[in-house]
């Protein structure tokens, strides 16, 4: 262990204090309401609070003004009201709008490690002392977060650390899509089963 005088406490040798822009940036990727409609709108009240994945979309036909494209890997934090701990790992390709930071790790294998980051508890503190706005605080990346600092590990740690999380990670992301699907098919059975369409039986 060394001392460090930036953080002012000891740290494993060999690990760097960085700050979170140098591994991660910022992606403000502005789309027309009618680009990439084949892609499914994510509103930030659609992240769930503290949870790696979503499960939930809202109609497209309400994707209307200030919106972004997301890409699948990134990382979605809700940054309007950011205490409310809305960290999420996208799973496929989408929309949202600026209400969430689309954060992109510089390196595929900083993924997991960037997620965890950001969803600790200090980062998300960081980003509140930071936010800007009084009733409806949103976050700052530029003077804000983007300076949040951390210890950086060894590559060959993070590449180890990837590699025990990847597969736990899978799992959740399978789960949600499975919710997914669930609740697509009660929503598309509901209203037939409540008009006479389809009876109980008939689904055995």
Known sequence: MVYNETLKREIPEGWE?????????????????????DLKYLPIDKLPKKS?????????ENANSSLIKFDKDDILLGAMRVYFHR???????????NTIFVLRPKHKF?????????????????????????SIPYAKWENGLADYQFCLPSE?????????????????????????????????????????????????
């Open 156 to 204: 060959n740690l993070i590449v180890k650390f990837e590699k025990q999380i990847s597969p736990i990670m899978d799992k959740i992301i399978n789960n949600s899509k499975q919710n997914q699907e669930l609740s697509a098919l009660r929503d598309w059975l509901l209203p037939m089963l409540m008009n006479g369409q389809v009876k109980v039986g008939m689904l055995d």
């Open 110 to 134: 900083l993924r997991l490690f960037s997620l965890f980051l950001i969803n600790k508890e200090e980062t998300i503190q960081f980003a509140n002392d930071n936010s800007t706005g009084s």
């Open 52 to 60: 790696f994945s979503y499960s939930d979309f809202e109609d497209r």
């Open 17 to 37: 204090v960085k700050k979170l822009k140098e591994i991660v940036k910022k992606i403000s990727n502005s789309i027309n309401p009618n680009d990439f409609q």
């Open 87 to 97: 960290v999420c790992l996208a799973y496929e390709d989408g929309i949202s709008r």
